[in-house]
């Protein structure tokens, strides 16, 4: 009994607020997939609370679907889940289905291929990899260089608490940057277009 106990926590997010608010959801228990913490997530969504409704929102590495559904809960228009992973996409399309989540879509592709056959322009990005594959600074580099972000995009990146933060496009305006145990997290502004 404990440790179907156990294994059920490791595996379940709990959406907090907006239309499927206190929903669970299961994800599959996959290296290097670490689902964005219950408080860290209160904190963005407080963040992005005058942004979220009418989004488009692109969830790059998905994992979980933390962020992307509890951005599609919170009012965003569209969501975009990028994962690699076959059994996580299995997952997402399953609680696509399970919330009837017409606003979301699922895309089995790693997010370089997705951001080089994209023509879609985004209002908030997540970016949370997994920490080994050290992928910050190219999917950052390449939102830029493919046109993705919607002029005042907002983009989230999750990395480890400990070191320095990754390199990033310069006309990236850093918001809000905080730590929470091993992880930190921080909003930009994509400037490119503002009147200087």
Request: with cysteine; aromatic share 8%.
């Amino acid at each position: 009994m404990a440790k179907q106990n156990k294994a059920k926590r490791s595996g379940e997010i709990r959406l907090i607020a907006g239309r499927w608010r206190g929903r669970k959801l299961t994800f599959p228990d996959l290296e290097g997939l670490r689902p964005t913490p219950d408080r860290v997530r209160e904190t963005i969504f407080n963040w992005l609370q005058a942004r979220i409704g009418g989004a488009r929102c692109l969830d790059l590495c998905a994992g979980s679907g933390a962020l992307g559904f509890e951005a599609a809960s919170r009012g965003a228009e569209q969501v975009t889940m990028v994962e690699l992973s076959t059994q996580a996409v299995k997952q997402l399309q399953a609680n696509c289905q399970l919330l009837a989540a017409d606003n979301c879509r699922v895309e089995n592709k790693t997010a370089q291929q997705f951001l080089n056959q994209s023509s879609d322009q985004y209002d908030i990005v997540f970016i949370d990899p997994p920490y080994q594959a050290d992928l910050w600074t190219v999917l950052a580099d390449q939102l830029v260089y493919e046109g993705c972000l919607a002029e005042n995009a907002q983009i989230y990146i999750e990395c480890p608490s400990k070191g320095d933060l990754p390199t990033l496009p310069e006309h990236w305006q850093l918001i809000k940057d905080k730590k929470a145990g091993e992880v930190r997290y921080c909003l930009y502004q994509n400037t490119i277009g503002e009147a200087k």
